[in-house]
């Protein structure tokens, strides 16, 4: 069984940043790929970007530029600093970890104020 727990949201004005963070733990190998999505109200779960154990990372084309992902290995904890933030952006966050199939944490909410 895999844990994943989200910190970091809040609420920002546009234009700033924010930096999430998820770290895993249980049944799980320390390099599976980890990832984040989103979800706003009224919409579906979209993604936002990912990263696998050797870093290389993709991004929805709405977040290129802005936001950037990472991760630590040895802390089995992914990172996502997001700047420039729009009220779009606002949506609650959810860390995953693919093992193979996706595990989810219980979000983090982020809003982003005109």
């Known amino acids: 069984q895999v844990q994943l727990v989200e910190s970091g949201g809040g609420l920002v004005q546009t234009g700033g940043s924010l930096r999430l963070s998820c770290a895993a733990s249980?049944?799980?190998?320390?390099?599976?790929?980890m990832g984040w999505y989103r979800q706003a109200p009224g919409k579906q779960r979209e993604f936002v970007a990912s990263?696998?154990?050797?870093?290389?990372?993709n991004y929805a084309d709405s977040v290129k530029g802005r936001f950037t992902i990472s991760r630590d290995n040895a802390k089995i904890t992914v990172y996502l600093q997001m700047n420039s933030l729009k009220p779009e952006d606002t949506a609650v966050y959810y860390c995953?970890?693919?093992?193979?199939?996706?595990?989810w944490g219980q979000g983090t909410q982020v809003t982003v104020s005109s």
């Open positions: 990263i696998t154990n050797s870093g290389i990372t």
């Open positions: 249980g049944s799980i190998f320390k390099f599976n790929p």
């Open positions: 995953t970890l693919w093992n193979p199939l996706p595990s």
